[in-house]
């Protein structure tokens, strides 16, 4: 059944965003795309009453639509193996996240999520995360999604568990066993995937939608990780330093994103992940050629990123790739160069070239200011020079300036590149942390 096609009150319709499958799921992709769809963007709902009925809706609607979206692996499959994907398409993973979710309800609702059966996930998966959770799996029964199953095979291995006192739950992905499992009185929930993996999916989509060329739909992503520094541990300066660290690396790498329209996601305090297309990426490599970034970061921040650029057909496919390149780029452990796995899993170094030109600011003057706030930490007896910080105040101290012309001069030195920002601390009288900037000696420019 199709329900009629709904645009999200945009502007312009320049891209269209098919959104196929049941009901529910259609209405959940809509929501979350009301809160994120920009203006250009229309979304069109194809609700289907069986799997089976993906292939043809496509295909009277592939002439209108950028991007095809599902909302799991089975309306995916029988599309693509009816032959009938002429626009690329994608659906939504089912991540460890839903499972927790599902779990914590289950758990808040007194049962006993030790005996129940699971379908969809890997068994990995769930075996990870009961051991994250402190909790025994010997009693939890898993079924894989497997290409071959249909509903009904999914739903003859949660009665089996159910009707034989062998399981208290059943988790499942799918409406029809939901539906049916709970019609006969047996405990049955959907476990659905979280609005956070909705939103990420939607974005591939746009992604691929906003490709004009065929190499263009395929997504590129970049895994950038920060190198460990000191001893690792989660306590003490060496933590604070690398917490630091991360924070400049993620301004810096949102300079590159807002170049070529990509998205930045931080992973961990550490790691970070860049979603774009090939084309964004073309971009940002110069054509695949290099990797100028490297040479920023270099500069700016006295740092050597470990970066892995990869390519897919599919986002899941591309931050495997990416994440793979990034090892192969750690294995060097010099900096000069980031790795990228194409498509076909072939791999290329995309070696680090010189950065941009310094900016105005970076001239004598500055040179000279950031030597008169070294000297002038020196006074004070902080003696190190790669830990040398200072806050407004002290440059207003020491410069003999007002706060106001402070801060314009700490902007000054970051924009040339002589000191970065570093985390905010609280005065221990309380009241609004104070921004710390990092003075960075080894810039210094020899004196004349």
Request: hydrophobic residues 40%; proline residues 5%; contains cysteine.
């Amino acid at each position: 059944m199709m329900v009629p096609e709904e645009g999200l009150g945009v502007a312009g319709r320049e891209l269209s965003i098919g959104l196929f499958g049941p009901r529910v799921a259609v209405r959940q992709l809509m929501q979350v795309g009301q809160e994120y769809v920009t203006d250009g963007v229309r979304l069109v709902a194809a609700v289907l009453d069986r799997p089976e009925q993906a292939a043809a809706e496509v295909a009277r609607l592939s002439d209108r639509l950028q991007v095809a979206v599902f909302p799991g692996p089975l309306h995916h499959e029988r599309a693509k193996e009816a032959g009938q994907l002429d626009v690329p398409s994608l659906h939504v993973p089912l991540t460890g996240e839903a499972l927790y979710v599902a779990l914590m309800r289950a758990h808040r609702a007194g049962v006993d999520i030790e005996r129940i059966s699971i379908d969809s996930l890997s068994t990995t998966d769930v075996t990870e995360a009961y051991t994250e959770l402190g909790m025994s799996t010997d009693h939890v029964t898993v079924m894989p999604y497997d290409r071959a199953a249909d509903a009904g095979d999914y739903l003859q291995f949660h009665r089996d568990g159910l009707e034989h006192r062998r399981t208290v739950l059943a988790l499942t992905t799918f409406y029809d066993v939901q539906q049916q499992l709970g019609d006969t009185g047996l405990a049955v929930q959907r476990m659905r995937p979280t609005r956070s993996t909705v939103r990420q999916t939607l974005t591939t989509a746009l992604l691929l939608a906003r490709g004009s060329r065929l190499h263009q739909t395929q997504i590129a992503m970049l895994a950038v990780q920060v190198p460990p520094t000191g001893s690792g541990t989660l306590e003490g300066p060496s933590h604070y330093w690398q917490q630091d660290v991360a924070l400049s690396v993620q301004r810096l790498l949102l300079d590159e994103v807002r170049r070529s329209g990509a998205i930045l996601q931080p992973r961990s305090e550490s790691r970070f992940m860049i979603t774009t297309t090939r084309g964004g990426l073309e971009e940002i490599t110069a054509d695949l050629t290099a990797a100028p970034f490297l040479s920023r970061c270099r500069d700016q921040l006295g740092l050597d990123l470990w970066v892995g650029a990869g390519l897919g057909t599919t986002a899941q496919e591309a931050e495997r790739h990416a994440l793979a390149a990034m090892e192969s780029a750690a294995a060097a452990r010099t900096g000069d160069h980031a790795a990228l796995v194409d498509v076909d899993g072939s791999e290329r170094l995309l070696p680090r070239t010189d950065s941009d030109p310094a900016p105005p600011g970076a001239d004598q003057r500055s040179g000279e200011i950031l030597r008169t706030l070294i000297n002038g930490r020196r006074g004070a007896g902080d003696t190190d020079q790669s830990e040398l910080t200072v806050g407004v105040d002290d440059v207003a101290q020491i410069l003999a300036v007002t706060p106001r012309s402070a801060r314009r001069i700490c902007k000054m030195l970051i924009d040339a590149g002589l000191a970065w920002p570093t985390q905010a601390v609280r005065s221990s009288s309380g009241g609004r942390p104070r921004q710390q900037f990092r003075l960075l000696a080894d810039k210094l420019p020899p004196l004349s």
